[in-house]
């Protein structure tokens, strides 16, 4: 069975930094490109960041070019999301999911706020 914990959201002013984990399971980790994916509240779906199965390629959304970095370390089964330069606007829950999966986790709160 497939699962992948989040972990490492929290509440952090406007301009900190937080670094997300997913530990993944019941699959073989490095032979998925991964995402991560965010739910702002009462809005759907987004869409952040990809990245390949060796972590050499990677992919931004617009809103967090140059503020957010994914990365991956295929020993250990875990992807990452560091986030540098956070704004209220990136309030929400974060999820990581194989490419092409929708989220199906608990994911992890981000709060940004003063």
């Known amino acids: 069975e497939v699962q992948l914990v989040e972990s490492g959201g929290g509440l952090v002013q406007p301009g900190g930094s937080l670094r997300l984990s997913c530990l993944a399971s019941?699959?073989?980790?490095?032979?998925?490109?991964m995402s991560w994916f965010r739910q702002a509240p009462g809005k759907g779906l987004e869409w952040i960041s990809t990245i390949n199965r060796l972590g050499g390629i990677r992919q931004y959304a617009d809103s967090v070019k140059g503020r957010f970095r994914i990365s991956r370390d295929n020993a250990k089964n875990t992807l990452y999301l560091q986030m540098n330069s956070l704004k209220p606007e990136d309030t929400a829950v974060y999820y990581c999911?194989?490419?092409?999966?929708?989220?199906r986790g608990q994911g992890t709160q981000v709060t940004v706020s003063s």
């Open positions: 019941g699959f073989t980790f490095s032979d998925y490109a």
């Open positions: 999911t194989q490419s092409g999966v929708t989220p």
